[in-house]
C-alpha cells in the first residue's frame, strides 16, 4: 500500500475535522479562520464542512478569545484556539498563564480546561521581531501547562489528537516554515503521544537534539555528516511539557557527545533545561565534551533576509558544530 | 457542613414582599455577613493566614442577583469573593476549612479565599486577577449556548475591572455573540484606593455597554429589591436570547480593601454615611415593617444563621490540615 503524502498544513486541518466529526464539543476559534481559511490556511475548508458556529471567527481580541475558549472549556467544551501568530499570545497572557495553567491545581482540582491553543511561532518568512518568535519556554517553565512542538506532518496530526483528549490545556506551537513541507501521514485517528521524546535517527557519535524546524535541519546535517563518516542520532524533544529524558540520556550515554540545537534565543532557553537534565544525572559521566547550544542569537528577530538567516541556525551552522564537536573543543 | 436556605426568585413581585423570599434573602444577607464578620476576627487573632478582601456592606448585590438565577446557572467570582460564593448557595464548612488552609476545603488548601469554585453551585471560580473572570464568563456562556441549553451566566466584577482591558474584549464578544450573560459590576467608589472619580471620566459605569450597543443600567447595591428587579430583567432577557446586560450596583465596602488597608485614601465621614445605608439593615427594617417578617422571625434567622457560620468554624477547625504530598500530582488533570 502506498504511503499517503499531504503537508503539515493539511495534516492539522484533518486532525480537526476528525475530531469535529467525531466530538459535537469540539470547536475551533480564532481570527480569520473562517471564510479566509486562516492566516496560513490551516483551517482552510474546515468553515463550509462544518459552518460558522462550530469554525468560529472572532474579533480581533486575543484576551478575549482564549478566555472565552477557558470558560467553554470549563463547562464541557473542547474548544481549539487559534492564535494567529505565537507572538499574539501576549495580549493573551492573563487567560493562559493565570487562568487555564492554573484552574485545576489552584481551584482543588473538581475543574479542569481541556483547551488546545494552536500558533504559528518561528522565524523565517521576513515578518520581523513582532511576528517571528519562538517562545516556548515561556509558556514550559508555567506549571499546568503542556507544550507541543509538532516537527514533521504526521505528528502535527498525531500530537493535535492526542492534545484534544487530554484534559488539560495544550499550548501546541506549529512552525510556519513547516506548513508547506509534506511527510507520510495515516488516514485514521491516531494520536501521538504526549510527554514522550522521538529519536528519530540513530546514531553512534554524537547526540543532536532539537525542537520545530531544527528537527529537519538537524536530519538534513546528520545525513551531511554521515556522508563524512560521523554518525548523529537526532532526538526531537517534541513535548516540552512534560519533558521526556529518556531517549536523550540514553544516546548520551553511547555517543559521549551532545549538542542542542534550538531557534530561540540561548538565554535561558528551554536547551538549557536539558543541559541541566543531563548534568544532574548518571548521563553526565558519559560526556567526553563540553555540551554545545546552538542557538538563535540573544536579539529581536530582524527583516532583512540575510540578517534573520544570521540569527538563527542553519543547515551549515549544525554541521560545523557537530564536526567542530567532533574535533573536540 | 452548614448551608443556608437557597435564594430564589419569587414568581411575581418583590423579594420583601414575599415571605419565604425575604426571609431567605435575609438569610443569606446575614450569612455572608457572619461569615466575614468571622473570618475578619480569626484573621486579627492569628487563627487565619494570608490575606482576604471583605465584602461587608456589598451583601445586597450578591444576594439580589443571586435570587434571580437558578441553581443550573453560572457564576464567575472576584478576589472579593465570598459573598457571590454564598448566596450562590456553597457550603459555609467548605468555605471556611479553606480560609484555615483544610485539606476539606473547597479547593483543598491550594487556593484560600481568592479562589473558591464551586462546581455544584455553578461556581465557576472567584479570581485574584481583575477582570480575570469576566471573559471566562463570556466563554461559559458560548458554551451553554453551542450546548443548546438555556442557562445564565453572571459575571461579577469591581469598578477597577471596567478599566482592563479584558472588560472590554469580554463585552465585546458577548455582544456580537449575543451570549447569555449578565455583567455586574459592583462599584464600591474605589479600585483599592484609586477612586473611580479618578479612574474614568464617565459618570456612570453603566454608560460603557452603550460601546457594546446592549442596555446598561445603574441601580443602587445596597437594596436587595432593587438589584433583584434590574437582575431579574436582565437575566430573563439573556435567558430568552436577548444577550447580555451591565449592570451597574453602587455600593460601598465598610472594610478595607484587603489586610494592608490603612484607610488613607477615605474619610471617616464617608465610611460612616455609608454605613447609615447598611444593606443588611435596610433589609431587616423593611421586611419588619412590611409585616413578611415579626422581629421574633428576623430574630430566629439571625440565630440560625449565627449557628451556621459557629458550625462552619467548628467543622473546619478540625478537619485535617491540607497535605503536601498531593502538590505534584494535582497540576494536571490525570489522562484518561
Known amino acids: ?62 484576551l478575549g478569545i482564549v478566555g472565552a475558549a477557558v470558560g467553554a472549556a470549563l463547562v464541557g467544551m473542547k474548544p481549539i484556539v487559534e492564535i494567529q501568530f505565537s507572538d499574539f499570545t ?70 493535535l489528537l492526542a492534545a484534544l483528549d487530554d484534559p488539560n490545556p495544550v499550548i501546541v506551537l506549529e512552525h510556519k516554515l513547516l506548513y508547506k513541507t509534506s511527510g507520510h501521514v495515516p488516514e485514521e485517528m491516531y494520536r ?21 524546524v531544527m528537527v529537519s535541519r538537524s536530519l538534513e546535517a546528520a545525513a551531511q555528516l554521515a556522508s563524512q563518516g560521523i554518525e548523529a542520532a537526532v532526538i526531537d524533544v517534541r513535548t516540552l511539557s512534560p519533558l521526556d529524558m529518556d531517549p536523550i540520556n540514553a544516546s ?41 547550544r546552538l542557538c538563535g542569537m540573544d536579539v529581536p528577530i530582524p527583516y532583512a533576509p540575510q540578517l534573520e538567516k544570521a540569527v538563527v541556525p542553519q543547515l551549515d551552522d549544525i554541521v560545523e558544530g557537530a564536526k567542530s564537536l567532533m574535533r573536540g573543543v | 457542613m452548614a448551608t443556608i436556605t437557597p435564594l430564589f426568585a419569587p414568581e411575581q413581585g418583590s423579594i420583601s414582599s414575599n415571605k419565604e423570599a425575604a426571609s431567605a434573602s435575609l438569610e443569606s444577607l446575614l450569612a455572608i455577613r457572619f461569615f466575614e464578620e468571622a473570618v475578619d476576627g480569626l484573621f486579627a487573632r492569628g487563627l487565619m493566614h494570608g490575606t482576604m478582601h471583605l465584602s461587608i456592606g456589598q451583601e445586597a448585590v450578591a444576594t439580589g442577583v443571586c435570587a434571580a438565577l437558578r441553581k443550573t446557572d453560572f457564576i464567575t467570582s472576584t478576589h472579593r469573593g465570598h ?16 480560609l484555615l488552609a483544610k485539606q476539606t476545603g473547597y479547593c483543598r488548601g491550594r487556593g484560600g479565599s481568592m479562589h473558591i469554585a464551586d462546581v455544584e453551585t455553578g461556581n465557576l471560580g472567584a479570581n485574584g486577577i481583575v477582570a480575570g473572570g469576566i471573559p471566562i464568563a463570556a466563554g461559559a456562556a458560548l458554551a451553554q449556548k453551542m450546548q443548546g441549553k438555556d442557562n445564565v451566566v453572571v459575571s461579577f466584577f469591581g469598578d477597577g475591572a471596567t478599566n482592563e482591558g479584558a472588560f472590554h474584549e469580554a463585552l465585546n464578544l458577548a455582544a456580537v455573540w449575543d451570549l447569555p450573560v449578565v455583567f455586574v459590576c459592583e462599584n464600591n467608589k474605589y479600585g483599592m484606593s484609586f477612586s ?12 460603557r455597554a452603550a460601546a457594546y450597543g446592549f442596555p446598561g443600567v445603574t441601580v443602587d447595591g ?13 437575566v430573563d432577557r439573556a435567558r430568552s436570547g436577548g444577550g447580555p446586560t451591565l449592570i451597574e450596583c453602587l455600593t460601598y465596602r465598610h472594610k478595607g480593601h484587603s489586610k494592608s488597608d490603612k484607610n488613607l485614601y477615605r474619610t471617616k465621614e464617608e465610611i460612616e454615611f455609608w454605613k447609615t445605608k447598611d444593606p443588611v439593615g435596610i433589609f431587616e427594617t423593611k421586611v419588619v415593617e412590611s409585616g413578611q417578617l415579626t422581629t421574633e422571625e428576623v430574630e430566629q434567622l439571625t440565630q440560625k444563621v449565627r449557628d451556621a457560620v459557629r458550625l462552619a468554624i467548628q467543622e473546619a477547625t478540625q478537619a485535617p490540615d491540607s497535605d503536601p504530598g498531593e502538590l505534584l500530582s494535582s497540576v494536571f488533570r490525570q489522562v484518561g
Open chain 1, 1 to 62: 500500500m502506498s504511503e499517503r503524502i499531504i503537508t503539515y498544513a493539511e495534516a492539522i486541518r484533518e486532525a480537526i475535522g476528525q475530531a469535529m466529526e467525531a466530538d459535537e464539543s469540539v470547536f475551533m476559534l480564532g481570527e480569520d479562520i473562517g471564510v479566509y481559511g486562516g492566516a496560513f490556511g490551516v483551517s482552510g475548508d474546515l468553515y463550509h464542512r462544518f459552518g460558522e458556529e462550530r469554525v468560529r471567527d472572532t474579533p480581533i481580541s486575543e
Open chain 1, 90 to 159: 501576549a495580549q493573551a497572557m492573563d487567560q493562559i498563564v493565570n487562568q487555564a495553567a492554573k484552574i485545576h491545581f489552584m481551584l482543588g482540582g473538581e475543574l479542569s480546561v481541556p483547551m488546545v491553543l494552536r500558533a504559528p511561532s518561528g522565524s523565517g518568512t521576513g515578518a520581523a521581531a513582532q511576528h517571528s518568535q519562538s517562545l516556548e519556554s515561556w509558556f514550559a517553565h508555567v506549571p499546568g501547562l503542556k507544550v507541543v512542538l509538532p516537527s514533521s506532518p504526521a505528528d502535527a496530526k498525531g500530537l
Open chain 1, 192 to 212: 501521538t503521544p504526549i510527554g514522550v521524546s522521538n529519536t528519530v535517527r540513530e546514531g553512534s557519535d554524537l547526540t543532536i537534539v532539537a525542537t520545530g
Open chain 1, 252 to 292: 548520551v550515554a553511547k555517543t559521549g557527545r551532545l549538542m542542542l540545537v534550538q531557534e530561540a534565543p540561548k538565554h535561558v532557553g528551554f536547551m538549557a533545561e536539558v543541559a541541566a537534565r543531563v548534568a544532574e544525572g548518571p548521563a553526565i559521566y558519559s560526556l567526553t565534551e563540553p555540551v554545545t
Open chain 2, 83 to 98: 459573598s457571590h460564593c454564598i448566596a450562590k448557595g456553597a457550603d459555609l464548612t467548605r468555605m471556611m476549612a479553606e
Open chain 2, 196 to 207: 473611580t472619580a479618578k479612574s474614568m471620566k464617565v459618570e456612570k459605569i453603566s454608560e
Open chain 2, 222 to 234: 445596597n437594596d436587595v429589591d432593587a438589584v433583584f428587579e434590574v437582575a431579574k430583567e436582565a
